[in-house]
C-alpha cells in the first residue's frame, strides 16, 4: 500500500512541478557512474568484439547493482529513522524518476516558437529533444520530431518507468532508469559502440517489451477519451508497430499517428547521415504546431490510464 501511495504522490508531483533545473537529478549520476566505468572497461577490453560484448555485460551488471542497492540500502536507513521519513525519499524518488512534465514543458517549447514562426528558434528548440540533425528541417519537419519523441517518449519517460515504479517502487524504477541510460549512452551501432554496448540496447529492448505494448493499447483508449481517432489509431498501430529498428519504439509512435491521423517516421539525418526509415501512419494531412499539444494530451491522458491501471494491479496483488 505504502509503495501505491508512493507513485501516487510522486505522480502528483511530476504533474505539478516537473524537473526544476536548478534540482540536481539522480539520472545525472547513474549517468557518471557509466562514464566512470566505461573507460578503464574498454580499455581492458581492447579491440577484441568478444571482449568489448563482455566488458559491455560488466558494465550493465554493475551499474545495475548500484543503482538499485543504494537506493534499496537509503531506504532501509531511513526505514530505521522513522518510517514517514523512508515514505517521503521513496515519494520523491518517484517524482525524480517520472519525466510527464518535462516532456510537455520541452515539446511546448517548440510548439511556441513555431505559432510565433520563429523557425530557427524552434530547431534550437526541438534539438534538445531529439537526437537527429535539425538546422535544415522545415516547420512540417520540426513539428513532427517534436510529435515523434513526444509520442515515444510516452513510453520511455512516464509510463514505462510508472509500471516498474508500481511493481517494486523507487529501487526498481532506477533500475529502469538505469537500463534506459545505458542504452541512451552507449546503444548506437556504431564503430565505438556496436559491441561494447551491445548488451544494453539489448536489455533496453527486453525492459520496454512490455510497458511499451500495454502503453500502446492504453495509448489507443486515451485517444477515444480524447475524442482523437482511435479507430484509425488501433488501426495504424496494427499496421506499423513493428516499422522501427527497435521491436519497441513504434508501438507507440504508431498509436500517435493514427490518433492524428498524420504520418510520422521517415528518413532523417544523423550526424550528418542520412538514415533510411519507413514511415509510421498515413498522410492524411501535413504535420503541425498544435499536433505537438495534442500529441501532449495523449500523453498525460495515457500516464493517467496507467497509474490507474499499474495502480489497480498493485493494490489487487501486492497488497
Known amino acids: 500500500m505504502r509503495t501505491l501511495l508512493a507513485c501516487m504522490t510522486g505522480f502528483g508531483l511530476d504533474l505539478i512541478f516537473g524537473d526544476p533545473y536548478w534540482l540536481y537529478h539522480p539520472i545525472r549520476l547513474i549517468g557518471h557512474l557509466i562514464s566512470f566505468l566505461e573507460k578503464p572497461l574498454r580499455s581492458v577490453a581492447g579491440k577484441s568484439p568478444k571482449k568489448q560484448i563482455v566488458a559491455g555485460g560488466i558494465l550493465w551488471i554493475l ?9 534499496c540500502l537509503m531506504l532501509w536507513a531511513a526505514e530505521k529513522i522513522h518510517p514517514a521519513v523512508s515514505f517521503l525519499l521513496e515519494c520523491f524518488w518517484c517524482y525524480q524518476i517520472l519525466a510527464a512534465r518535462s516532456l510537455s514543458v520541452e515539446s511546448k517549447k517548440v510548439y511556441h516558437a513555431l505559432k510565433t514562426q520563429d523557425v530557427e528558434g524552434a530547431r534550437k528548440a526541438v534539438s534538445m529533444i531529439v537526437g537527429r540533425d535539425t538546422k535544415s528541417l522545415t516547420e512540417e519537419g520540426i513539428a513532427k520530431a517534436a510529435v515523434e519523441t513526444v509520442a515515444e517518449n510516452t513510453s520511455d519517460g512516464v509510463t514505462a518507468p510508472l509500471m ?8 526498481l524504477g532506477f533500475l529502469y532508469k538505469a537500463v534506459n541510460t545505458m542504452d541512451s549512452m552507449l546503444g548506437y551501432k556504431n564503430e565505438k559502440n556496436l ?25 489507443i483508449a486515451a485517444a477515444f477519451l480524447t475524442g482523437m481517432d482511435a479507430k484509425k489509431a ?18 507507440t509512435e504508431s498509436v500517435c499517428a493514427g490518433a492524428l491521423q ?9 550526424f550528418g547521415v542520412l538514415h533510411k526509415k519507413e514511415t509510421i501512419g498515413d498522410p492524411i494531412r501535413p504535420v503541425e504546431a498544435e499536433d505537438i499539444k ?26
Open 294 to 319: 495534442r500529441a501532449g494530451r495523449l500523453m498525460y491522458v495515457t500516464a493517467v490510464l496507467t497509474l490507474l491501471f499499474a495502480g489497480m494491479i498493485r493494490f489487487w496483488y501486492f497488497w
Open 63 to 71: 551499474v545495475i547493482l548500484i543503482s538499485t542497492g543504494i537506493p
Open 164 to 171: 516498474f515504479l508500481m511493481l517494486g517502487g523507487a529501487p
Open 262 to 270: 498524420v504520418q510520422l517516421a521517415g528518413d532523417a539525418w544523423y
Open 195 to 219: 559491441y561494447f554496448g551491445r548488451v544494453a540496447a539489448k536489455m533496453d529492448d527486453v525492459s520496454n517489451y512490455l510497458p511499451s505494448r500495454v502503453s500502446a493499447v492504453l495509448m
Open 234 to 251: 488501433a488501426q495504424i498501430y496494427k499496421r506499423d508497430r513493428r516499422k522501427h529498428a527497435s521491436p519497441n519504439s513504434a508501438q
